[in-house]
C-alpha cells in the first residue's frame, strides 16, 4: 500500500478532478504489475497496472493492492471493479473508501458479491490525506482552501502611507526571492483557482500564472465590488481565464476569458463565492489576497491548509498580517534564507 500511495502521487499534475489513486498487484510475494491514474479521462490506476503484467494468468492467483476503493459506475472509463472480475483476480486490498456519492461503497460490494476478497482500511489515513482535496469538495461542497502569505518577521504583510490600513493608500513590498517565489508557483499549478481582493490587485498588480513552474495557469478571481479597478492590470490581460466578483458590472470590450459574476454584498460574500466555485468544479482554491480577505477566511474557519512565508526582515509598521489561533502546525523549514511556515487546519486532519 505504501508504493501504491508512492505511485499516486505521480497524478498529482494530471489526474484532477479525479483522485490519485495508485495500484500494485502481487504474486507469491512478487510485484508484477504497478500502475497509476495518469491523466482524467484516462485509464484508472486498475487498469495501468493490469496493463504493465506481462502474463495475465497469474492475475487469477495475484492480490491486487489499490489506494482508493476501485469505481463501480461508467464515467468517462468503464467501472473497474468489473474489470477486477472479469480479470478472475481473487483478492483485493483497498486503502480507503471513497466516499463519492457515485461510488461510495458499491465497488466494495460488487467485488464481494462476486466473490473477490476484500480488505479495506491498510494505511488508511494515509490514503485520505492523499486525496483531502477531492474529500472535501465532494463532503463539504467547497474547495480545498489553502491560504498563502509572505510578512516581515515582526508580522506586516506591506506598508501603508497616512495610516491608512484599509484604504488605497498602501505600499507593496517583495518579500520572496526568486527561490522561494518557485514554491509559490508550484502551488499554483496545484490549483485550479486563485483569489485575490481589491486591494492586492491595485497594489502588486499580480499575474497569478505559473510563469516559473510547468503547469496550466488557475482560474483567477478578484473580488471588486464596485468595479473600479483599473482594465489595464494584468488580472485583465485576457491571457487566463479571470472571474470578477462584483455588483457593478462594467465593460471589458470582447474579451471571452473575462466573466462577471454578480454578488450580493448585503450579505456575506464567502458562501456565494463557494457555491459558484463548486457550481464550477474547482477542488483546490489558493488565497494569495491581503490581510482583510485573508483574515474573512481564518475567521470563519474557512481553510485547510496554509503556507506563511516570512522574510528575514522588520518593516516597523504597515499591515498587520493575519493571525491564525486554531491550527496545527505541520512543519517549518528554511529555504534561502526565509522561513516556511506550513499549517493544517486542525478539523481536517483525518
Known sequence: MARCLQLARNGRFGAAPNPMVGAVIVHEGRIIGEGYHRQCGGPHAEVNAVRSVKDERLLRGATMYVSLEPCAHYGKTPPCADMIVEKGIPRVVIGC????????GKGIQKLREAGVEVTVGVLEK???????????????????????????????????????????????VRFSTDETAIRVHRLRALSDAILVGRRTAMLDNPSLTTRMWPGTSP???????????????????????TAVFTEQFRDFGASDNIEQVKLDFSCDILPQMMAYLHEHKVQ????????VLLQSFIDRGLWDEAYVEEAPFSLAGGVKAPCMDEVYKMDEIECFGHRIKHFLHEKHIF
Do not use: M
Not at 473508501?97 to 461510495?104: A, N, P, T
Not at 504583510?157 to 493608500?169: F, M, P, Q, T, Y
Open 97 to 104: 473508501r471513497d466516499s463519492f456519492d457515485q461510488v461510495d
Open 126 to 172: 494515509e490514503c485520505l490525506e492523499l486525496n483531502r482535496a477531492f474529500f472535501t469538495y465532494h463532503g463539504k461542497r467547497r474547495p480545498y482552501i489553502t491560504l498563502k502569505w509572505a510578512q516581515s518577521t515582526d508580522g506586516y504583510i506591506d506598508l501603508v502611507r497616512n495610516g491608512a490600513e484599509n484604504e488605497d493608500k498602501g505600499e507593496a
Open 284 to 291: 483546490r482554491l489558493l488565497v494569495e489576497g491581503g490581510s
Open 219 to 241: 482560474l483567477r478571481l478578484v473580488i471588486d465590488r464596485n468595479g473600479g479597478l483599473d482594465k489595464g492590470l494584468k488580472l485583465f490581460d485576457g491571457t487566463t481565464k
